[in-house]
Structures are given as C-alpha cells and as structure tokens.
C-alpha cells in the first residue's frame, strides 16, 4: 500500500532521477524514487507477482502472505472464472497489499498470463496457487536472475516423483530441456511453482496455452531459462 511521505533531498541527485522518468517504466518522479529504493534495499526492481489461480487454491493466502513478507505487495491474480477468489481476497487491503484480476475464461496458463501483459511492465514473480515453497528467500532468487540475464529464472526442487511437465534437465545453472519419461533416479528436478520472468518472456509466446509444456521448454531450447534450486519445505 503506498504511504505519502515529505522527503528533502539533494537537488542534483533529483535531477538524476528525473532523468530516468520517461513515461514508460518509470512513469513518474514518485514511481521511480520508489523503485530505486526496492532495487537498492533487494536488488532487484521486481515489484509485482501474478498468481496462476487454478481449481486448487488452498495455498493461495499462504502464498499471498509470503509475497508481502519477501516485500512484493502488489499481485495480480489470473483468476479465470472463479467469482469465490475475489470474493474472499477482495482488493487485498485486509492482507495491506493491493490485488488485481484478469480473467482467461480457463483456456490454459500461458493464456492467463498473457491477460495480464499490460500489467506487467517489469520483471515480475510468477506462482502457482497449488504449489507452496515456505522458506524460500525471494530475495535470493532475484539476484540470481538479475546475474544471470535469462528471460526467466525458474526454481526448482527436488521430487522423488516425476512432474506431469517433466524434470529439468540442467547444464550448469542453464535449464536446457525437460524429460517427460526420466529414467530412475534418487531424485528429480521438477518445477517448484515460482519464476521470476522479465516482460520480453511474452515475445516466446504463441498460440499454445500451457506456460509449462510451451513457454518453458522454447526459452530452455534457446538458452533463456536458468534454475535456481530450492531444497526447503513445500507444498503441493
């Protein structure tokens, strides 16, 4: 929630900053102070996460609460046609974030991240509301695909059971393709149910409607998807 403060500050210093105001990504003097601010304190200029709501949402307060404690309080969530979410979560200030929907008429999750294109301007956190990493330190993930440069940046964990998209196949900290059929092993490497995409994943989309059997595996065959790896506790 945003909170009006008086603020003296240098005056050459401001000028900087208004040189960075150019009605795009930083619309305004007060938008873009605050965005210095988010990358200075996380070092990351993420502020925004979209939640792929589903038909399973058990997790979703738990999710929208770990957001606001890694310091994302602005969501927007894909919501298809499910009227009981905003219902419940309403606008957010209950929680003190600000909630957004888009509605995909349930056509699949590349579909219903794509409604919320025009919301999404910066890099942003995308989760699934049926899946739940607990310890997962955010701030983490972002510096690692800040250094990483890759459009996307997925988390993933270990399963000793195979995911219905298929386990990560890695080289190096770069995702390079995903095993539907793997063969044994003591544990996979499977989707954890959080990324961290810039806005220019959208230019990999097409017609197809899974984020996961499409978008994924085209950004790992182009050499635009790392994985970062997260061993604590989660939920599916």
């Not at 401001?14 to 601010?37: H, W």
């Not at 440069?149 to 196949?169: D, E, F, I, Q």
């Not at 230019?203 to 059997?213: C, G, K, N, P, T």
Request: include cysteine.
């Amino acid at each position: 929630m945003l909170t009006r403060i008086s603020l003296t500050i240098d005056g050459r210093l401001l000028d900087k900053v208004d040189a960075l105001v150019d009605g795009g990504e930083f619309k305004n003097r007060s938008q873009t102070i605050s965005m210095l601010l988010r990358k200075s304190l996380s070092g990351s200029l993420v502020e925004r996460a979209v939640v792929l709501a589903g038909k399973n949402n058990f997790l979703l307060e738990k999710i929208l609460i770990w957001l606001k404690k890694n310091g994302i309080d602005d969501v927007v969530i894909a919501s298809g046609r499910n009227k009981a979410i905003a219902e419940k979560i309403g606008d957010g200030s209950a929680m003190s974030i600000r909630v957004e929907y888009t509605h995909d008429e349930n056509r699949g999750t590349a579909l219903a991240l794509k409604q919320a294109r025009r919301l999404l301007k910066q890099p942003f956190i995308l989760c699934y509301s049926d899946v739940f990493c607990e310890n997962l330190n955010l701030r983490d993930v972002l510096s690692f695909h800040d250094s990483r440069k890759a459009v996307c940046t997925l988390v993933l964990t270990s399963s000793k059971h195979p995911s219905n998209y298929g386990v990560a196949r890695m080289m190096g900290d770069k995702v390079i393709g995903f095993d539907e059929k793997p063969t044994s092993a003591e544990g996979f490497l499977v989707n954890a149910g959080v990324a961290v995409c810039n806005p220019s994943v959208f230019e990999h989309f097409s017609r197809e409607a899974s984020f996961e059997r499409h978008v994924l595996p085209s950004l790992a065959r182009q050499g635009q998807l790392s994985g970062f790896l997260y061993y604590g506790k989660w939920l599916h």
